[in-house]
């Protein structure tokens, strides 16, 4: 039992010195515990401490920077006040003395205009002085008149208007009596019924021609393949041509422009066979434009040949023939030359038969009287001296080259022949509306334009474009080099803008292009 007890309490004991030594060591790992966490705290609290002196010396460096800058700021614009401030006064100074320099040149022209004003004042004086002195020498010599003549101003007036009046009446009689005498001769009855009849059988064809022509295509695709890539197939059509190509919004058609009827026929002829054909590029528009060239000569004699047929003129001279077709394509004020020329050997023929005398030559005589104008670059002054030439030259008879010759000759110079002409002519010109004076201008002066171009050394051709706005000079490329285009074109332009008056500006380029041609065997 005794045992037991002693078991009993020394469990007893034991388990109490346990658990005060458990008791002891919990109480000292809360406070092991609590150390650390106050450590922590104190930690936190320096790097706390710390980084709020960080942001605080940052933010002093900031504003010490951000205080530089608006100083530095402030400085710019003090500077920028100054200097607007200087220039000004430097500019009120100049003022001051451009108005001082003003200022003097006034007080000097105020002197001088005094000055001149004093000079007027004794010019002045010294006219009316002569003026006065001129006055009383015309009133002596008037009186010593009077007493020379025994006549008084008024009475010599008189005098002198009677005299004038006589002598005017004279001439006037005079005059009338030519007047009465050249229409006894000239315009009697007869012959104003002659006319009448002539000018009312002589048919009135429309003679003004257009400066365009209309080509109908087949569709308008065909449009896109003239134009080309990027425009060289129209660009090389107006080259070789000479002619202006348009293509715009008109349903399957372009329009062909040019003052020249001839190159007008020749760009239609080869643009219908290009279409008809359908290979359509440069090298082929070059070949199909030469031979259609060569093939408008017989397209030329043929219309020479029926106008012969259709007057009645036999046997002239093929070059005679081929400048008469020539005449079809060449146009004078606005009229078809051609045109003009058989209605002129129409009438002369009518007024031939009226006066009895044989038409054949005279209709022969007028139908030829314009064929100096076949001539390229011929002179409207010369005309009928370049026809009588050439048809003297081809053989006809001496008759009919006098009456080209002295067609424009006024007066009796024995000549009916060229009186009939002339007479038929004017008929044909004179006519309301037959002409057109502006178109006729016109045409000449595109003429005149490439002309001056062709003028000039090494230009093998000159094309006028856009009614005259544009002048295109091709150039020998063997006779004038690149640098020299610039030069040749200034001297283009000095002689148009000499010799021509013309709206407007012309544009003048001047293209040399060099080709290399070989052929592989």
Request: aromatic share 4%; net charge negative.
């Amino acid at each position: 039992m005794e045992y037991l007890i002693g078991a009993v309490l020394g469990a007893l004991l034991g388990a109490g010195l346990g658990a005060l030594i458990g008791f002891r060591m919990a109480m000292r790992g809360a406070d092991s515990h609590y150390q650390r966490r106050i450590e922590e705290s104190e930690r936190q609290f320096d790097e706390a401490r710390r980084e709020a002196e960080t942001l605080l010396h940052e933010a002093r460096l900031e504003a010490g920077e951000e205080r530089t800058r608006e100083q530095e700021r402030l400085e710019e614009v003090r500077n920028k006040q100054e200097n607007i401030l200087r220039d000004r006064e430097t500019a009120i100074r100049e003022r001051e003395l451009t108005v001082d320099k003003k200022l003097e040149l006034l007080n000097g022209r105020e002197v001088e205009i005094k000055h001149r004003e004093k000079q007027l004042e004794e010019s002045f004086r010294q006219v009316e002085k002569q003026r006065r002195k001129a006055d009383e020498i015309v009133e002596q010599q008037n009186k010593r008149l009077e007493t020379i003549s025994q006549m008084t101003t008024e009475e010599a007036r008189e005098h002198l208007f009677r005299n004038l009046e006589h002598k005017v009446q004279s001439e006037a009689a005079q005059h009338f009596n030519e007047i009465r005498e050249r229409a006894r001769l000239y315009a009697n009855q007869e012959a104003r019924q002659v006319l009448i009849n002539a000018m009312e059988r002589s048919s009135l064809e429309r003679s003004a021609q257009s400066t365009v022509t209309l080509v109908e295509l087949p569709s308008d695709e065909i449009k896109g393949r003239i134009i080309g890539r990027e425009g060289r197939n129209i660009r090389a059509f107006e080259a070789v041509t000479g002619v202006e190509l348009l293509v715009d919004d008109t349903p399957q058609s372009v329009i062909l422009s040019s003052f020249h009827p001839l190159r007008r026929e020749v760009a239609r002829l080869a643009l219908e066979k290009l279409v008809n054909d359908g290979r359509i590029h440069p090298a082929r528009i070059e070949e199909v434009v030469a031979a259609t060239r060569e093939e408008i000569g017989q397209t030329v004699m043929e219309i020479g040949e029926q106008a012969m047929l259709d007057l009645g003129v036999h046997g002239l001279h093929q070059e005679l023939i081929k400048h008469l077709g020539l005449l079809a394509f060449k146009n004078t004020m606005g009229q078809n030359i051609l045109a003009h020329c058989r209605e002129v050997a129409g009438i002369a023929g009518i007024l031939a038969a009226e006066l009895g005398l044989d038409p054949r030559g005279v209709r022969r005589a007028a139908l030829l009287h314009d064929i100096g104008k076949a001539v390229d670059g011929y002179a409207e002054v010369n005309t009928a001296e370049l026809g009588a030439d050439l048809l003297r030259k081809y053989g006809e008879s001496e008759a009919v080259v006098r009456a080209v010759r002295e067609q424009y000759e006024s007066g009796d110079n024995g000549c009916l022949e060229a009186a009939l002409v002339r007479i038929a002519d004017n008929l044909s010109t004179a006519r309301p509306g037959i002409r057109g004076e502006d178109m006729g201008r016109y045409i000449e002066r595109l003429a005149r334009i490439e002309e001056i171009a062709r003028s000039k050394q090494g230009v093998e051709d000159a094309c006028a474009l856009q009614a005259g706005r544009e002048l295109r000079v091709v150039v020998a490329p063997g006779e004038i080099e690149d640098d020299q285009l610039d030069v040749l074109a200034n001297e283009i332009a000095v002689d148009i803008q000499t010799e021509l008056l013309y709206p407007g500006q012309i544009r003048i380029t001047a293209v040399r292009e060099f080709r290399s041609i070989e052929l592989a065997k």
